[in-house]
Nanobody
């Protein structure tokens, strides 16, 4: 059983930056594809970014939602069992609860598929003011 805990949310002004962290425990971290999703009030949870597990042919592969490409960067530190989401040039429409998710040996073509993730954190709120 994998447990995920997110950190780093908060209130920021438009144009600013935030870095979210997600600490994992309970499994071999490098075996898990890690994703970030977000959910705004009244909307469905949507894909933000994901980074593949540490396989020899796909290690480091990442995918991003079009709405965050060029502004957000996902990274992982397997030694610290942590995945990060660096968010720059924030916009009010980035306001949402952000969730970390994990999936065992998820292939690259499924990185953005919400239903493929088995484990979820409790979420951290990000609020961007205009």
């Amino acid at each position: 059983q994998v447990q995920l805990v997110e950190f780093g949310g908060g209130l920021e002004q438009a144009g600013g930056s935030l870095r979210l962290s997600c600490a994992a425990s309970g499994g071999t971290f490098s075996d898990y594809t890690m994703g970030w999703f977000r959910q705004a009030p009244g909307k469905e949870r949507e894909f933000v970014a994901a980074i593949s597990w540490s396989c020899s042919w796909c290690s480091g592969s990442a995918d991003y939602a079009d709405s965050v490409k060029g502004r957000f960067t996902i990274s992982r530190d397997n030694a610290k069992n942590t995945v990060y989401l660096q968010m720059n040039s924030l916009k009010p429409e980035d306001t949402a609860a952000y969730y970390c998710a994990a999936a065992f040996h998820l292939p690259a073509y499924r990185l953005a598929q919400k239903g493929s993730y088995n484990y979820w954190g409790q979420g951290t709120q990000v609020t961007i003011s205009s």
